[in-house]
Structures are given as structure tokens and as C-alpha cells.
């Protein structure tokens, strides 16, 4: 019977998003790695064109309420399937109706992720390419915050002002690598060279709800009761 729960696992996982997301730490990079599969959906199975996709405030705005939609199925699903585990481990007929039930809720899953996007007006490769992008820009400015590296610039920037005009100077590479690290995380070099200005920026006007989203889909993959 354990078996088949990691079967349901395994079917979750294959029924999410087609890419992981990309560089970071490990820690950060899984964080990610979840969200952006959880965030594409069935769109896996959908190749999505090449070329730029531009995201514009409406489909930023159609997509925010998607998301929202979708923490709801998806909190529903996972907390659905860690309650299967007691019955799983006893080996009984019930736990075998639960297991189809679990099925049950995956199948469910699917047609839940359709009907939000058609309520939404997003296609499942629009769902997609926006994810792409949000993803890019939301974990790089949530790892910001959860490295703290601001505060811990402003910090050594006051201690290097009460030293020595010598040790000043044997700091200043420390502050300036710290220094960049800040720029980083607050002007998105890379997201912006991979979609562009506008795209990042368009992200931004909306960056307190898609950051609360973000973390919410975390808490809820994790099965985290709201």
C-alpha cells in the first residue's frame, strides 16, 4: 500500500508544470522548482512558440485571480491526499476506496485548473509563459528579503563609519560585494535580460500580491492548513 501512495505522488508531480525554474541555492532553487510546477499546471502538454511574450497588466491581473483560484484546489488536493496516509499504512479495504478517491482528486485537479482559466481568459500556454516570468521575478525578490542582505548592508555600511580610516579601507571590498548583492536583488539583471524591461516591470506593479500568492502555493504544496 505504500507503494501506491508514492504512485499518487508521482502523479501529482507529473501533472504539473513542464519546466522547473532556474539558478540560485539549493534550498531556494527547490522553493522555485515547486512553485513553478505547481504554478504551469497541465500546460506541459502544450509546446509553448518561440519568440518574446509580452505580458500586459490585464493578463498580469486575469493571472493573479487564477492564482488565487488555484491555491484553493491545490491546498484541497494536498491536504486530501496527506489524510490518506494513516488508512494507506494500515493495509485495508478502506485504504484502497481512498486511494481511488485520492485518483479522484487528482482528476478533479485537472478539470479545476481548466475552469479557472477559462474564468480567467488565460490559454494554458499564456498560463504558462506569465508563470515563466513571475516566477523568475517573485523568487528573486522573496530571496532577497529571506537573505536580508539590506539590513546587513546597512549595517556593515555603519561599521565600516565608526573605524579607522585604514580598516575602512580593508573593508570597502566587503561592502562593495554586499553592495552589488543588494542591486541584484532589488533591479533583476538577469529576469530582465531573459524577458526584458517590461515584462519585469509590469510584474512589479502587482509584486506584493504575486508575493503572497507565491508563498501561499508554498504552504500549500507543503499542506500547510491556512
Known amino acids: 500500500m505504500r507503494k501506491l501512495l508514492g ?18 541555492s539549493e534550498g531556494a532553487g527547490d522553493a522555485r522548482e515547486t512553485v513553478a510546477r505547481l504554478e504551469a499546471g497541465e500546460a506541459a502538454e502544450e509546446a509553448s512558440p518561440s519568440g518574446p ?21 491545490y491546498g484541497s488536493l494536498m491536504r486530501g491526499l496527506q489524510d490518506m496516509g494513516p488508512l494507506m499504512d494500515a493495509g485495508t479495504p478502506q485504504a484502497l476506496e481512498k486511494a481511488k478517491s485520492g ?30 516570468v513571475v516566477t523568475a521575478v517573485i523568487s528573486q525578490r522573496q530571496m532577497g528579503r529571506t537573505l536580508q542582505y539590506e539590513e546587513e548592508l546597512k549595517k556593515l555600511e555603519a561599521l565600516q563609519a565608526r573605524m579607522p580610516e585604514e580598516q575602512q579601507k580593508e573593508l570597502a571590498p566587503q561592502v562593495e560585494s554586499m553592495r552589488r548583492q543588494v542591486e541584484t536583488f532589488q533591479k533583476l539583471p538577469e529576469a530582465r535580460q531573459e524577458f526584458g524591461d ?5 510584474v512589479l506593479t502587482r509584486e506584493a500580491d504575486l508575493t503572497k500568492n507565491y508563498q501561499d502555493m508554498l504552504k500549500a504544496f507543503a499542506g500547510v492548513r491556512r
Open 7 to 24: 504512485f499518487l505522488a508521482v502523479v501529482l508531480a507529473l501533472s504539473a508544470c513542464r519546466k522547473d525554474a532556474t539558478e540560485g
Open 53 to 73: 511574450y509580452t505580458v500586459t497588466k490585464a493578463k498580469l491581473d486575469a493571472y493573479v485571480g487564477y492564482q488565487r483560484k488555484m491555491l484553493e484546489v
Open 103 to 132: 485518483l479522484k482528486l487528482i482528476e478533479r485537479k485537472a478539470q479545476a485548473e481548466a475552469d479557472a482559466r477559462q474564468a480567467a481568459g488565460l490559454s494554458t500556454d499564456e498560463v504558462n509563459r506569465i508563470a515563466e
Open 198 to 202: 517590461a515584462n519585469v516591470d509590469v
